[in-house]
């Protein structure tokens, strides 16, 4: 063949092999590229919609919606991490403190210095962790269920903590409260026990199942509505309340009675309180929703009661105290079963230097608060109650616990301090007293900012 013939039929196989070539090409790339009016050896229709690919014809909605899942599984353990990191961080600073108090910065210092900080069981520690819970803590606040059982309670009673927490946490734009669950370290249950008792509750017929059905209503709604109950069984949860039934409530989820953190009022061991994870606040009773106005700039006369106690016998404590004491000694130390109408509790509380504060059918009461208010040295009376904040503050540096048993010898017990001993216990509760009180708007220290701090410990399950 000779040279021109070859050059013809190259020029002729040279165009076929690769058209041959681009064929083989396209028949590769068509399983994943949308490649319109081309034949496949497994498909003998052609693809209607030359927007899908042939390989995407089998099973579309199937694997979009695995994919997306995926990302949004991804997306959810990114952000629990993140939690967690922050958990951890938070936990590592604060024990760091704890055990080297030069470690904490300088802002946290100035803090300290304007405390007495042997109030504190670890001064820094507390600020520690108090600084880090104001700067990161966030609580996620479910918005399932009505009021009046859910998001409101009693704001001018003896229940007025739970009401006014669960006002001022629905009312907060930003600060603690975040609307974003996967941003959240704590989760708050919103219902009020108070006002379950008061709108389900058959008088008289002490039966806790009407408000423990809609507790596990409440929960089962918020775990099937939600994934974050059932990650963690709740351990992350909290719920508040001042009832005396607060923990009967709690029993009706099993999950919330021993998991979840309990914020309680009736903080007794003896029926289920466990201060590992649950958090005792204190009672106060806003008649009105104020502090009392004879204590709100009080006079203090001089203190010429030794000791000063009023009220019903409600429990076997309180009437042990009155079968001792109940008008043996009106002028020095005034033990009434209740006051006539023409004496003012307040003022007896003011002039006296113990106020006796005995457990009543529950441990709480709420003339521990009121003591500290008038800065009568509070005298707890008691049998198995963990005292409010009893996981920060020193209770010994500002009160005086009294054994059951040694009721009858009172008021030799307390005749045996000093004058100098009983200042340096009001000293404690001046130093103590921002603790206790309820601000509106909240202020820093104040009731719910302890409250917040108490269930943040939890959250870090830090012991300071």
């Known amino acids: 063949m000779d040279h021109c013939s070859c050059n013809a039929l190259k020029w002729i196989l040279t165009p076929i092999f690769l058209l ?48 997306l899942h995926n990302i949004k599984q991804r997306k959810r353990e990114k952000t629990k991490s993140r939690v967690q990191r922050e958990l951890e961080k938070a936990r590592m600073v604060i024990q760091e403190a ?9 802002s946290i ?36 269920g009505e009021p ?16 006014r927490f ?18 959240a370290h704590a989760f708050f249950l919103p219902f009020s026990v108070t ?15 009407p408000f423990q059905r809609f507790v596990a209503d409440y929960v089962r709604v918020i775990a099937s509505k939600h994934p974050f109950w059932n990650n963690t069984n709740g351990t992350d949860h909290f719920m508040l309340s001042c009832h005396d039934w607060g923990p009967h409530a709690s029993r009706g989820n099993s999950q ?40 709100l700039s009080p006079a203090f006369p001089s203190r010429t009661f030794l000791a000063f106690f009023a009220g019903g016998i409600h429990g076997p404590i309180r009437q042990q105290l009155l079968q001792h004491w109940e008008g043996r000694d009106l002028t020095h130390m005034p033990v009434y079963n209740y006051l006539s109408e023409d004496l003012d509790y307040y003022s007896f509380m003011l002039r006296s230097h113990f106020c006796l504060c005995p457990s009543g059918y529950e441990v709480a009461s709420p003339r521990i608060v009121e003591a500290i208010y008038s800065e009568c040295i509070p005298v707890i009376i008691s049998q198995g109650y963990v ?60 009731v719910f900012h302890m409250i917040l701090h108490s269930v943040w410990l939890r959250r870090l399950n830090v012991s300071i």
């Not at 803090?111 to 990161?136: C, G, L, P, T, V």
């Not at 009046?148 to 009401?163: F, R």
């Open 20 to 67: 041959l070539v681009l064929m083989m090409f396209l028949l590769h790339l068509g399983e994943d590229f949308p490649v319109p009016g081309l034949l496949t050896m497994n498909n003998t229709s052609l693809a209607k919609d030359p927007g899908i690919s042939l390989r995407q014809t089998h099973k579309p909605s199937q694997r979009s919606n695995s994919s």
């Open 98 to 106: 704890s055990s080297n108090a030069i470690s904490v910065n300088e």
């Open 109 to 144: 210092w100035l803090d300290a210095k304007e405390h007495r900080i042997d109030i504190y069981r670890n001064w820094a520690a507390f600020f520690r962790s108090y600084a880090d819970m104001e700067k990161q803590f966030r609580v996620y606040v479910y918005e399932e």
């Open 148 to 163: 009046p059982l859910v998001h409101h309670g009693p704001c001018k009673d003896i229940y007025t903590t739970e009401g």
């Open 166 to 183: 669960i006002a001022e946490l629905e009312q907060m734009q930003g600060g603690f409260r975040t609307r974003d669950p996967h941003r």
């Open 195 to 209: 006002e379950m008792v008061r709108f389900l509750y058959q008088p008289l017929s002490y039966d806790h199942q």
């Open 256 to 295: 919330l009675y021993e998991n979840s953190i309990r914020s309680l009022c009736n903080a007794n061991i003896s029926e289920g309180f466990h201060p590992y994870k649950d958090v005792s606040i204190p009672e106060i009773n806003l008649k009105d929703g104020e502090m009392p106005r004879q204590l």
């Open 387 to 446: 005292l409010p904040f009893s996981d920060v503050l020193r209770w010994e540096a500002f009160s005086l616990s009294v054994a059951v048993e040694d009721i009858p010898k009172l008021r030799e017990v307390l005749e045996g301090f000093t004058a100098e001993e009983l200042e340096k216990l009001r000293e404690g509760i001046r130093a103590i007293k921002q603790h206790f009180v309820l601000n509106n708007p909240p202020k820093k220290f104040d």
